[in-house]
């Protein structure tokens, strides 16, 4: 009942036909959490919808595009492949006609639609939702929902033609037997938005020493650090730079990528101000951004020379050449879409959702603001309709609704963490052959048949997302409240990570996940800090506990516990 109340429209059945036939995988990569009834009937419901939308614009060969569903409380993506070989063939031409034309001008192709993406946004965002009258708020909602829908279908058009460069140059790539972990030397260190971001918040530290007030910023509690820089006059310039940062990237979620229950930066700067203060530790240690940075571009440099110089034939260079531009521009993509699309999107819809939440609650319709997101989107917009059509009628009609609705799915959210989700199920392939699922899911065969999930151990195998080699403390993350826990040079431990995780690859060591493949974040942002990762695991932060010393190789992909810590 639980799925079903949440979303009865998008509840996953195994009993039936359909479902039955379908190759379902719980989606801990975008949702390692239960979701809630708000965020499966907008960013899941549109997520779902993207695949289908772009997998129809762009005529991509092997699938009509995922199916997303709710199953024990938990998001499950459905992977639908077309079997029919004459329809597969009907669909290649125009696919591949786009992947060419990609590849000459991603740039241009990707432009036009995040061009799109942001004017939407700023549609949103240049909106004063807790000025807007009633009515207005309505269609605020209603737009936000609809452009968030429209968002989610460019993600995936951008998305499908991208991830068939990026092949397509692996592929080439593979005939010269150059591994994987070896030719992503040659994509990284390109600007992106979220590269940005972490820059700006280390300008931002080093301009708090500069202003005198690193010692307030280290010993205030992050709770109160803001009330107390408001009142050092040496402080000023440092909160101004500070609230300029947070108008131009604050509109992101802190944690789950497709969800609408956690807060933005601009309504809880927490996570930043922990990152700020986690930085000065590795300016003590002599580290410092740009200086990272430049290594990384001689790095690519150096690795693209020293292929070039293998090759003989000028044509074969040129060949070269042209695939690694555009696998270049689609692997910044990876990094740049998410800002945008994943967070920003995510986020405006969840400042609309919030604004009608405030009216609810001064309607003595739901106690908390968070309340808000325990109802689904189309009873949101009934609710709204209502008090706009007769506010005395609606707010004692829905009051006598509302309440126990809340409390009701409350509960069920609190039941839903220990509901026994399986990692897969349905129409499970012997073998994993969807690129996708592998390079972004990290799904592989001993995935497809798990034989101890849960299974605590010493030793883990994953995907090699970073070179090197780090030894040292780990950090056990599930959520972004336990950011402020990670300290300098520990490691990473988490199930997943997304945009709004990005800060903490400039404090630690190395990253270790349970989910996620080559070209999930994790092993992206990894490589563009320059630190080991291990991605994929499955099992880590069951098997890895706060303070274990553990050993992460990012050149093969293993993780070892060397010493467990001392439990109290």
Known sequence: MIDRSISSLR????????????????????????????????????????????????????????????????????????????????????????????????????????????????????????????????????????????????????????????????????????????????????????????????????????????????????????????????????????????????????????????????????????????????????????????????????????????????????HFRRLLKAAQGVYAFQEDHGFYIDQGSTAALRVAIMACGKRLIRRNLIGVLEDVCYLTYHELVEIMEALVYNEKAARYHYGALVPNLVRERREDARMAKDLDAPLTFGNVPERMTDPIGIKVFGIIDEVLHPKGEREVKDRLEGFPGAPGVVEGPARVVLDYQDFQKVKAGEILVCPYTGTAWTPLFVKVGGVVTDTGGMLTHAAIAAREYNIPAVVGTWNATNSIKDGDIIKIDGNVGIVEIIQRAKQS
Request: glycine share 4%.
């Open 11 to 318: 509840t996953l059945r195994p009993e039936t036909e359909f479902d039955k036939s379908i190759f379902w995988f719980r989606d801990d990569l975008h949702q390692p959490y239960a979701i809630s009834p708000m965020g499966m009937t907008t960013i899941q419901a549109h997520h779902a919808w993207g695949y289908h939308v772009a997998a129809e614009t762009t005529s991509l060969p092997p699938s009509k595009g995922g199916h997303v569903k709710i199953h024990k409380g938990r998001v499950y993506l459905g992977f639908a492949l077309i079997d029919d070989p004459n329809e597969i063939a009907k669909r290649e031409p125009d696919f591949g006609k786009l992947l060419e034309y990609c590849i000459d001008h991603w740039d241009e192709y990707y432009r036009k639609h995040i061009k799109e993406v942001i004017s939407n946004l700023d549609t949103l965002n240049g909106v004063d939702t807790d000025k807007l009258i009633l009515p207005h708020l309505l269609e605020h909602l209603k737009r936000a929902e609809r452009l968030n829908r429209r968002n989610w279908e460019i993600h995936f058009i951008l998305m499908y033609p991208a991830d068939a460069v990026y092949f397509a140059f692996e592929d080439y790539c593979k005939k010269y037997a150059l591994e994987e972990k070896d030719f992503v030397i040659m994509l990284r260190g390109f600007e992106s938005i979220a590269t940005q971001t972490d820059e700006e918040l280390w300008n931002l530290t080093k301009f708090g020493e500069a202003c005198g007030i690193k010692e307030a910023l280290l010993n205030t509690d992050v709770q109160r650090l803001m009330e107390t820089l408001n009142k050092m006059d040496k402080a000023r310039p440092w909160v101004e730079k500070f609230n300029r940062f947070l108008s131009i990237y604050g509109n992101r979620v802190v944690a789950a990528h497709l969800d609408v229950l956690t807060p933005t930066w601009k309504e809880d700067p927490t996570p930043v101000l922990d990152t700020i203060k986690g930085y000065f530790a590795r300016m003590e240690s002599g580290w410092d951004f740009s200086k990272s940075k430049q290594q990384i571009h001689e790095q690519r440099a150096k690795a693209i020379q020293e292929y070039e110089d293998r090759l003989k034939d000028q044509e074969e260079k040129k």
